[in-house]
């Protein structure tokens, strides 16, 4: 919703993503984005913030989750296709306590439901657990 939104529709990003470091940090989200030309970090920020809320509001039916969880995964999957990206891997799961984690990655994707994800937004996606960081060019 971020990139469709945000980037396509009202062009207020020249690109977003989001991603889960739910391994390190249960919860960790992190939202990237560049504002695109004429729009201050404040106002990104502000579009960002309304996503989350209606997120929160209106939670992915069954049919969009499994278009990420497919694109998670596949993308899990392709990365893993090299020997170095395989190594890297192999070595954060190491130090996570658990190399074998390594292969329920895909799995832990797999096992999102909408219920989940809501429950997950809404405890989670909160203002008093947000932290934001801003880059100013110069």
Same mark, same amino acid.
């Given at each position: 919703?971020? %990139?469709?939104?945000?980037?396509? +529709? @009202?062009?207020?990003? =020249?690109? *977003? $993503?989001?991603?889960?470091?739910?391994?390190? /940090?249960?919860?960790?989200?992190?939202?990237?984005?560049?504002?695109?030309?004429? %729009?201050?970090?404040?106002?990104? +920020? @502000?579009?960002?913030? =309304?996503? *989350? $809320?209606?997120?929160?509001?209106?939670?992915? /039916?069954?049919?969009?989750?499994?278009?990420?969880?497919?694109?998670?995964?596949?993308?899990?999957?392709?990365?893993?296709?090299?020997?170095?990206?395989?190594?890297?891997?192999?070595?954060?799961?190491?130090?996570?306590?658990?190399?074998?984690?390594?292969?329920?990655?895909?799995?832990?994707?797999?096992?999102?439901?909408?219920?989940?994800?809501?429950?997950?937004?809404?405890?989670?996606?909160?203002?008093?657990?947000?932290?934001?960081?801003?880059?100013?060019?110069?």
């Amino acid at each position: 919703r971020f %990139y469709t939104e945000l980037v396509k +529709e @009202k062009q207020a990003f =020249s690109d *977003i $993503d989001a991603f889960i470091y739910g391994s390190i /940090d249960p919860g960790l989200l992190i939202i990237r984005g560049f504002p695109a030309n004429g %729009y201050s970090l404040d106002e990104a +920020e @502000k579009e960002i913030s =309304s996503i *989350i $809320d209606k997120i929160k509001d209106n939670p992915p /039916d069954e049919e969009e989750l499994t278009k990420v969880k497919n694109k998670a995964i596949s993308a899990w999957m392709f990365s893993n296709i090299t020997v170095e990206n395989k190594a890297f891997h192999l070595a954060f799961f190491e130090m996570l306590g658990n190399v074998g984690l390594i292969n329920d990655e895909d799995n832990a994707y797999s096992s999102v439901s909408p219920k989940s994800f809501s429950r997950f937004a809404k405890n989670i996606l909160t203002k008093n657990n947000c932290s934001v960081l801003k880059y100013y060019g110069k």
